[in-house]
């Protein structure tokens, strides 16, 4: 798989890298206490919040409000797995270097820095040592050959404060992940579980937490069978609990399948209670530019004509995510095809820039997104302040530097052309008379630019941005 999600709202890593991690590869976005401030990230570069923020939340009436049960019954929901404690670990990335598995676009060294930068963002996980082994079959239980695992093996032994092991791929089997526990003494992590324990750690909202605990029911289904498994030998086998009719297992996997049933339902009712702020949102006619990078906003901002758009933080993307993971985050992709405009800033200085890109483009011509979307991307290369003499080889791409402010005004100009475009909103000088509603409504209703007053007359010449239903609206009420 090429590309993965991280978590909607995640934070930018602002300033020089916009990236805590950016020795690894990962492509745009993590967790927001990795956040080096909000300074130079772009809420910053796109303008500050508008006097006009998008509505907060819906009306709490009967329809809208939750009863006292089904609040108790979404908090047993968020109440996630215990995570996993304090960790000194070994990095161990498979280098497949023969066949179709081969990885393109990279390398293993660029590959182990990105595992090491997911450890690093971890409060109290630390990297004690690294390794690169090749492998012709990371598929198989042991995941090297005979050679290179009794390399490693004699390497763990002879490390021994680590107390993991992270084995940088995908997703372990449960019958690989007892195997290499039992033969190296130590805990075993893949890709998947600690991307999870990354989301874990930074979930803030309602809707995060319930696709973290979704994303973490297969993992609870593969512990459930191992420690089953090791019951089972313990006893001799499977016994039904008090006359239920139920083995322990059959009864833990039926409470499995109920919770996340009733998660899927939690998640559908945000998404519907989204779909209602959409529709205000719309209703009030704020341009809505989805984002893609490093970005950190979710806020309302001005353009150059004072135009008010609302700037929204959609998605990140990491390298070899599982597909269970991504499905948990698919809702978050959602709102994507909604905005008015995509602008997706990559980080040009970036070793991997190109395979970033791909991961972006990949996941965005899978959403079936709308032709005129997809085709007025606003492409933004971010830190140009780091290569000397930057030329962008494509034509219709904007080079910035969010930290120095170069290309910004331009990026800007740019934003407000195509939202212009595709929300078919123009911009007319309007005569006004002064005595009447029609200047006050103009300001709620419109973006009003310029305000030239004729005193001698009592009129006004009051130029305006203005949506053509907003412009019908203004004849039937204001005939000239």
Not at 375 to 391: A, F, G, M, P, T
């Amino acid at each position: 798989m090429g590309s993965g999600l991280l978590l909607r709202g995640a934070a930018a890593l602002c300033a020089r890298g916009l990236c805590a991690a950016a020795a690894g590869r990962l492509c745009p976005l993590l967790p927001r206490p990795l956040s080096t401030g909000g300074s130079w990230c772009l809420r910053a570069a796109l303008g500050p919040p508008g006097r006009g923020e998008p509505p907060r939340s819906v009306g709490r009436g009967r329809g809208a409000a939750h009863s006292e049960e089904e609040e108790e019954d979404l908090e047993e929901l968020l109440a996630l797995g215990p995570p996993p404690g304090a960790q000194r670990l070994l990095v161990v990335h498979p280098a497949v270097k023969w066949g179709v598995k081969k990885p393109q676009l990279t390398t293993a060294e660029l590959q182990v820095a990105e595992a090491v930068a997911l450890i690093n963002t971890l409060h109290n996980w630390t990297v004690l040592d690294k390794i690169i082994l090749s492998t012709k079959t990371p598929d198989k239980k042991f995941i090297f050959g005979k050679g290179n695992f009794q390399i490693l093996t004699e390497k763990i032994k002879g490390l021994p404060h680590i107390t993991a092991v992270f084995l940088n791929i995908e997703r372990l089997s449960p019958l690989t992940k007892k195997e290499l526990e039992d033969a190296w003494g130590v805990t075993v992590f893949d890709r998947y579980t600690v991307v999870l324990h990354i989301f874990r750690c930074n979930a803030r909202t309602k809707e995060a937490k319930l696709q973290i605990a979704l994303a973490e029911i297969p993992l609870l289904r593969t512990n459930l069978k191992n420690e089953i498994s090791h019951l089972d030998q313990q006893r001799g086998g499977s016994r039904y609990i008090m006359g239920s009719g139920e083995t322990f297992m059959e009864m833990q996997y039926r409470l499995l399948k109920e919770k996340e049933f009733k998660i899927r339902n939690a998640l559908e009712k945000l998404r519907r209670k989204r779909s209602v702020l959409r529709t205000q949102r719309e209703r009030r006619e704020f341009p809505v530019i989805s984002v893609m990078g490093y970005t950190n906003c979710a806020h309302a901002g001005y353009l150059p004509s004072h135009l008010e758009v609302i700037y929204v933080d959609t998605i990140g993307f990491l390298s070899e995510l599982p597909h269970d993971l991504i499905e948990s985050f698919s809702a978050t992709l959602e709102d994507v095809a909604y905005s008015d405009l995509i602008v997706h800033v990559r980080d040009i200085s970036h070793p991997e820039t190109v395979l970033q890109k791909a991961s972006v483009l990949s996941v965005l011509k899978n959403l079936n997104l709308p032709s005129h979307l997809l085709d007025s991307v606003v492409e933004v290369h971010n830190k140009v302040d780091l290569i000397e003499r930057y030329q962008s080889p494509e034509t219709n791409a904007i080079a910035v530097s969010a930290l120095l402010g170069y290309g910004l005004e331009e990026l800007k100009e740019e934003i407000e052309r195509i939202v212009l475009k595709t929300t078919g909103k123009r911009i007319l000088t309007i005569k006004v008379n002064l005595a009447g509603p029609q200047l006050s409504w103009l300001y709620k209703e419109a973006t009003v630019q310029e305000v030239d007053v004729m005193p001698e007359n009592g009129t006004a010449n009051v130029k305006v941005i203005i949506s053509n239903s907003a412009l019908g609206k203004c004849k039937k009420l204001f005939p000239q």
